[in-house]
């Protein structure tokens, strides 16, 4: 299994990026995806996460109405795309598969390289 992520960068405040979370070696579309990101000196915290049975999608508080998680089944591709970015979203993001949601970064089976995007104010 290999999980490739991309979209990251840097962005002034009230900006937007997807990013991506391309999957080989298992079909995206049988699992949960989760998102999680890890701001310098912080623990992982949950972003969002789509549920395999039934694409329904839980969001952090923190991102609720800036962020849209979806997958594109036919390029075995996850995205999230954050709006109206700010500078407290400044993190590494990792994209994380599993069987199920999970709440911690590391109960999930496989994780992308992740990868970092900083909010300028």
């Known amino acids: 299994v290999h999980i490739v992520q991309s979209g990251g960068g840097l962005v002034h405040t009230g900006g937007s990026l997807r990013l991506s979370c391309a999957a080989s070696g298992l079909t995206l579309a049988d699992y949960a995806i989760g998102w999680f990101r890890q701001a310098p000196g912080k623990e992982p915290e949950g972003v969002s996460c789509?549920?395999?049975?039934?694409?329904?999608?839980w969001y952090a508080d923190s991102v609720n109405g800036r962020a849209t998680a979806s997958r594109y089944n036919a390029n075995n591709t996850a995205y999230l795309r954050m709006n109206s970015l700010k500078p407290e979203d400044t993190a590494v993001y990792y994209c994380?598969?599993?069987?199920?949601?999970?709440?911690?970064?590391?109960?999930?089976?496989?994780w992308g390289q992740g990868t970092e995007v900083i909010v300028s104010s």
């Open positions: 789509i549920s395999n049975q039934d694409d329904s999608t």
């Open positions: 994380a598969v599993d069987a199920v949601c999970g709440r911690e970064l590391s109960e999930y089976d496989h």
